[in-house]
């Protein structure tokens, strides 16, 4: 399971070039607790109700945080 979850993080990485060091290294943190790249912590969902990948929701929750301060 996990070399197939590795695998499916080089497959995702390969559709966010603009990842930035620290996106891919929580991602990896994420992908090695046995999770998909394509789900979240936060479960941020788009309006379709459909999860949104990791590096993605991270970056909302980064752009919502500085909207709140």
Known sequence: MKR?????M???LALVPDASEEEISDLKEW?????SP???PWYIADERGTELPFI????DVFI????LD
């Open 56 to 59: 993605e929701a991270r970056r």
């Open 31 to 35: 992908v090695a607790a046995g999770n």
């Open 38 to 40: 394509y789900a979240n």
């Open 4 to 8: 197939y979850l590795i695998n499916e």
């Open 10 to 12: 080089k497959c995702y």
């Open 64 to 67: 919502l945080a500085e909207e």
